[in-house]
């Protein structure tokens, strides 16, 4: 065993129980504990105090301390009902894990609740929680509006972290951020930073940021006041809630842009880490550089081979020269056959042009009328004579066809009688061919069926045995257990009485074959 264990590191009773603290803490860093306050005694004579948070089934130890316990509005009650707000951690002296308590409220808040549901219902109809009403936030503004309170640790540590991360310009509307009046001064600030005209004395913030530390359901009612939530829905400048704790939310984490867990949080997410900017474009543009240097390179290597590869610019013009000289041949060529074409066409036109003139024309019309004068009376014979052997040929045509088509009828008409004796005929016949196979189908059933009857197996000899209900008895067995048989024959049924003893079945005897006997003589018998 002590073998086993020689790896295995060495704590301290005091470094395990700081170890355990650190891990509980870590993991529960704010917790809200709802259960029944236990053993309370009120505050101890050091101001602090001691009791406990229970349920059906667990209890916790609970601490409040001296200087959060005179700042609580309520106080607890022996077997009061409450919610406590706080971080777990661990008293090392007892070896206990206990809850320090910051905040406690009665559980018993369910007006406030019923009343924050109903509001939160009216303002999600008409719309002011939709996702599509939100706004994106800039990646880096120049001038970032906080509405706090300037009094509180919470404004402080926004400043901090924006310092840290990337400074930038920062306007603070101050307001109070719990009481009476408080909601009306917050609604004012966020119209007010809207209302900042761009380019003014003023500058205009690019992103706004309302934050309120943590507290109780009272404290920060405020933020779910109609006027804020309206006041945040009519924002043009993107708006980041950062109300409370990562528990807490109110109806202004609904209508922002961007809800944020913490004030320490929404810092974070309205600018960027300038270090790791700077970082990430001094790596960019290294990788650039490099970049451009390998493409120079790359470059410089893809011409040297495209230059390699070139042929020679003479070679590359002697083909190209050889054929601009035959195209200038042909086209000298071309000029010369087109010259002779031209001049030709030019005499032909000059001679059509000469036939054309008005004294040519007119007496080639004379010569043509005269012509057709003297041409008319024959015309109009030769027209008179081939309508009348038009005539005359239609004529023989229509009695030729109307004999055609008598005679075609006559024909159409004995073919019809002809084909309907046959109709006729066939239609008599149809009945008893039709019904011929049927009747051989039904023949051949009646076979099959009476083959498979089984009366023809009891006109064998053999006897079906039922037992008094009429059902068929398959065994020995069941024939024994029935009261009375009944067995049918082939002409008949008699009633029967199972016997009491059991007869060994008899072997059926077969007929023998006879053997040949020998005959006489010294030759082979017969095998038969």
């Not at 105090?49 to 316990?69: E, L, P």
């Not at 999600?124 to 906080?146: D, H, S, T, Y």
């Not at 400074?167 to 119209?191: K, T, Y």
């Amino acid at each position: 065993m002590t073998d086993l264990l020689t790896n295995a590191p060495e704590y301290t009773v005091s470094d395990l129980a700081g170890a355990l603290k650190r891990t509980i803490e870590d993991a529960f860093g704010q917790v809200r504990l709802r259960g029944e306050i236990s053993g309370y005694r009120g505050p101890h004579s050091s101001g602090h105090v001691y009791f406990s948070i229970k349920d059906q089934n667990a209890k916790i130890d609970a601490v409040i301390w001296k200087g959060v316990f005179g700042k609580l509005k309520f106080r607890p009650e022996e077997g009061l009902e409450v919610i406590a707000t706080g971080r777990i951690t661990t008293f090392p002296g007892k070896s206990t894990y206990q809850i320090v308590v910051e905040a406690i409220e009665p559980a018993g808040v369910g007006a406030l609740m019923a009343l924050l549901e109903e509001r939160r219902r009216k303002l999600a109809a008409e719309g002011l929680f939709e996702a599509a009403r939100k706004q994106l936030l800039p990646f880096l503004p120049e001038v970032i509006g906080i509405v706090t309170s300037p009094t509180g640790a919470v404004i402080r540590d926004m400043i901090h972290r924006l310092s840290d991360r990337f400074p930038r310009e920062v306007l603070i509307w101050p307001v109070r951020v719990q009481g009476d009046g408080s909601a009306e001064e917050v609604a004012a600030a966020i119209r007010g930073f809207n209302s900042i005209e761009p380019g003014g004395s003023i500058p205009r913030p690019d992103v706004l940021i309302v934050a309120r530390g943590g507290g109780s359901l009272e404290d920060l009612w405020s933020f779910n006041e109609e006027i804020v939530v309206r006041a945040a829905a009519m924002s043009e400048i993107p708006l980041v809630s950062a109300i409370g704790h990562e528990t807490d939310w109110t109806l202004l984490d609904q209508v922002a842009d961007v809800r944020a867990p913490t004030p320490t949080a929404a810092a974070e997410m309205v600018v960027p880490v300038r270090a790791d900017l700077l970082h990430a474009v001094r790596d960019r543009g290294g990788r650039l550089a490099g970049q451009v240097l390998r493409l120079r390179d790359r470059a410089k290597r893809d011409l040297a081979g495209l230059l390699r590869a070139l042929p020679d610019a003479q070679r590359l013009i002697e083909t190209p020269r050889q054929r601009l000289d035959l195209a200038i041949l042909k086209r000298d060529r071309a000029r010369e056959t087109m010259a002779g074409k031209r001049q030709l066409a030019l005499s032909t036109l000059a001679r059509r042009l000469s036939a054309q003139k008005p004294e040519a024309r007119l007496a080639r019309q004379r010569e043509r009328l005269d012509g057709l004068t003297r041409r008319l009376p024959e015309v109009f014979a030769r027209k008179h004579q081939r309508l009348d052997d038009r005539r005359l040929q239609l004529s023989e045509r229509l009695v030729r066809a109307l004999a055609s088509r008598i005679g075609q009828a006559r024909k159409d008409a004995v073919q019809g009688k002809t084909r309907l004796e046959t109709l006729a005929l066939r239609l008599k016949r149809a009945p008893g061919m039709a019904l011929r196979p049927k009747r051989e189908k039904l023949a051949r059933a009646e076979q099959l069926l009476d083959a498979l009857s089984y009366q023809k197996v009891l006109a064998r000899g053999f006897a079906v045995v039922f037992d008094e209900a009429g059902k068929a008895v398959p065994s020995r067995q069941r024939a024994s257990e029935a009261k009375r048989l009944i067995l049918e024959f082939a002409d008949g049924r008699i009633g029967a009485l199972p016997g009491e003893g059991e007869e060994p079945a008899r072997p059926v005897s077969r007929p023998t074959r006879p053997v040949a006997k020998p005959t006489g003589g010294g030759g082979q018998g017969s095998l038969f």
